[in-house]
C-alpha cells in the first residue's frame, strides 16, 4: 500500500475496525455475526500491522 492509496486504505480498514468494535460493544450483532465479525476483524489488524511494518 503506497502514496495516497494506501493512505486511504489505510483510513478505510481503521474505520472499518472502529465500526466492528461499536457495533461489538453496543451489543447489536447476532452471535453468529459477531464470530464471523471478529475473524474478519483480526484480518484487517493483521493486515495494518502488516502495512504498518512495511513503512
Known sequence: MS???GT????????ALRH???AQD???LRK???VAL?????TVSS???EYEGDE
Open 3 to 5: 502514496g495516497t492509496n
Open 8 to 15: 486511504d486504505t489505510e483510513r478505510h480498514l481503521r474505520e
Open 20 to 22: 466492528l468494535g461499536q
Open 26 to 28: 453496543d451489543d447489536t
Open 32 to 34: 453468529t455475526n459477531a
Open 38 to 42: 471478529e475473524e474478519v476483524s483480526n
Open 47 to 49: 493486515v495494518l500491522r
